[in-house]
Structures are given as structure tokens and as C-alpha cells.
């Protein structure tokens, strides 16, 4: 396992300029460097019975991969379904078209919503 990247974990507190584009990633990020994330990755992997490495290269490659937060939280299964609909709809071009495609996207939404509203709206 020689040929295996290292990583140290480190806290960082900034500076960063107020006017900085990515200020409120480095807010984030200072945020978070104050909580110790091995704690809760230590539990998970002797829970499940699998080295903490492991544990972390998944967190790390299943948050990086994803692309943004948005993609992290709805997966990629269903945004590519989501933007499956839509170029059904675009490539039928018709308005009958889009308008399943709205339904089918108001679904899933409603479903992602669903813990958060109970079943209201759902398949309405």
C-alpha cells in the first residue's frame, strides 16, 4: 500500500478577505475545522467492520465525485433521471411533451420533499 496518498487533517481558521468569491466555502471550512471528524468515522467503520482509511477514502471520493452539494444530496441517480425527463420532452417538442416532463419532475421532487411535508402534494 506504499503507493497510497496521505492526507493530514489540519484546522484552518482563514484569513480570507471579505470581498473573496469563495468566502463562504472558507467560512465553511473553518467552521468545520473546529469538529474532530474521525470521531464519528471511527464509529462508523468498527460498526461496520471496515479499516477507517477505507471509511474516509469513501466520504472523501463520494463528496468529491459528486460534484456539489446539490448533486451530494439528491445522487446522481436521480438527477440524471431528472434531466432524463427533460430531453425526452425537448426532443418530443411538443408542449404535451414538456408537460409530462413537468409531472414526472414535480414527482421526484415531491418525493426528495416528502420528510419534510409528509405526502402533501405527492402525485397530485
Given at each position: 500500500m506504499d503507493d497510497e496518498?496521505?492526507?493530514q487533517l489540519v484546522?484552518?481558521?482563514?484569513?480570507w478577505d471579505a470581498d473573496d468569491r469563495d468566502a463562504n466555502l472558507?467560512?465553511?471550512?473553518?467552521?468545520?475545522?473546529?469538529v474532530d471528524p474521525l470521531t464519528t468515522v471511527a464509529r462508523l467503520a468498527s460498526a461496520v467492520d471496515v479499516p477507517v482509511g477505507a471509511v474516509v477514502r469513501?466520504?472523501?471520493?463520494?463528496?468529491?465525485?459528486?460534484?456539489?452539494e446539490g448533486l451530494l444530496a439528491t445522487g446522481p441517480s436521480i438527477v440524471n433521471r431528472m434531466w432524463a425527463a427533460c430531453e425526452d420532452?425537448?426532443?418530443?417538442?411538443?408542449?404535451d411533451a414538456r408537460l409530462a416532463a413537468y409531472r414526472t419532475l414535480r414527482d421526484m421532487v415531491a418525493w426528495m420533499r416528502l420528510p419534510l411535508e409528509g405526502d402533501a402534494g405527492y402525485g397530485a
Open positions: 496518498p496521505w492526507v484546522r484552518w481558521s482563514g484569513p472558507k467560512a465553511d471550512i473553518d467552521l468545520y475545522s473546529k469513501y466520504v472523501l471520493a463520494r463528496w468529491a465525485s459528486a460534484g456539489s420532452a425537448e426532443g418530443a417538442g411538443t408542449d
